[in-house]
């Protein structure tokens, strides 16, 4: 299959089902549960952020992902490689939205983000930088070589064990949390 006809089936498609996604939510009052009751109230819609994600099977690390406006609002496009690094990284759900909101902050502030390999790079420049992105450029260059190099770091491996420990013992309690502690990276 060639990449323009991936890209369409598995990439342009989930754009466009996120988007009507959206459009429903923009009307939803509440979440329904399985069973079709009223579940989880929303907040009214001029206090939400909705983020828009899509996750693109299928490409081998050969094709390129495109993320940005792709037509109706911002939508971070991963493969399943990238989405897998950037969900072991920021295991929590406030540490996942914080990444989404400062890549969208650093693209609508008009940056543009020119990246070689995966989002897994971008997501080493975020939180080599403090969890932020660097300010005041025009255009971000992300070397493919960046992600790699960092978890080659010392800081970064013993981070992860500490992790490892962290999750163990929330296992053992059932409170899956990792404590919070800055690491120099």
Not at 58 to 85: Q, R
Not at 99 to 113: P, Q
Not at 121 to 147: C, E, K
Not at 172 to 185: E, F, L, Q, S, V
Request: proline share 3%; glycine share 10%; aromatic share 8%.
């Amino acid at each position: 299959m060639t990449s323009s006809r991936w890209e369409r089936r598995a990439v342009d498609a989930s754009v466009k089902q996120i988007y009507g996604a959206e459009r429903w939510l923009a009307s939803a009052s509440h979440v329904i549960r399985n069973d079709g009751s009223p579940g989880l109230n929303l907040p009214c819609v001029a206090d939400r952020r909705v983020h828009r994600a899509a996750v693109a099977f299928g490409g081998h690390g050969e094709v390129a992902m495109k993320s940005g406006d792709l037509g109706k609002g911002f939508v971070h496009v991963m493969s399943e490689h990238s989405f897998l690094e950037v969900m072991r990284e920021l295991d929590t759900i406030t540490d996942f939205i914080e990444y989404l909101t400062a890549k969208e902050d650093c693209v609508s502030g008009g940056c543009s983000i020119i990246m070689e390999g995966s989002e897994s790079n971008l997501l080493g420049l975020y939180l080599s930088n403090g969890r932020s992105f660097p300010g005041g450029s025009n255009v971000m260059i992300v070397d493919d070589t960046l992600w790699r190099d960092i978890q080659q770091k010392a800081e970064f491996k013993r981070r992860k064990e500490a992790d490892r420990e962290s999750y163990a013992w929330g296992q053992a309690y059932r409170t899956p949390r990792r404590p919070h502690c800055k690491i120099d990276w």
